[in-house]
């Protein structure tokens, strides 16, 4: 059974963008931190971003190349923009990022900067999904996301 959430939509790529756009979900209930989570995915030439961030048991050790981090709000430093503007330009990305509360300025910031500086597809963000869109999905799960901000979990 399929479950639909509205959230506010902060970041779409422009242009020839598909209204829609789906991938696999990668969930944590904690406080993300952009910097512990990806520092080695940085520092490398990585194939992929592997968190490492081991405050984080949910995420820990997993590939979030390509997948949609679903969240309720990241933790960390002004550092976040670096690294997603890092990420984006090594092609190791996450697709997206959905924030159940409403998103802090060092994650809004870093992701702007990201889209900005990068020349790569912006990672896709929307957040006030509501605390019952974290009790809703579950890691694998398929999610279709649209322009509007609405949230699909499938």
Not at 100 to 125: F, M, P, Y
Not at 129 to 139: H, S
Request: charged residues 20%.
């Amino acid at each position: 059974m399929s479950r639909t959430f509205s959230g506010r939509t902060i970041l779409w790529p422009d242009g020839g963008y598909p209204r829609e756009m789906e991938g696999e979900a990668v969930v944590t209930r904690a406080g993300f931190n952009t910097y512990a989570s990806f520092y080695t995915s940085i520092h490398a030439q990585a194939e992929a971003a592997y968190c490492a961030d081991s405050g984080n048991r949910e995420l820990c050790g997993k590939n979030l190349t390509g997948k949609i981090i679903c969240l309720p709000q990241t933790t960390g430093s002004t550092s976040a923009g670096a690294v997603w503007q890092r990420l984006a330009r090594l092609g190791v990305a996450p697709k997206a990022m959905l924030f159940s509360r409403r998103i802090d300025s060092l994650a809004a910031g870093g992701l702007i900067v990201a889209d900005v500086w990068a020349g790569a597809d912006c990672i896709v963000t929307i957040d006030q999904l509501g605390d019952d869109f974290l009790d809703a999905v579950r890691d694998g799960d398929r999610i279709v996301i649209k322009k509007d901000g609405t949230v699909t979990i499938q």
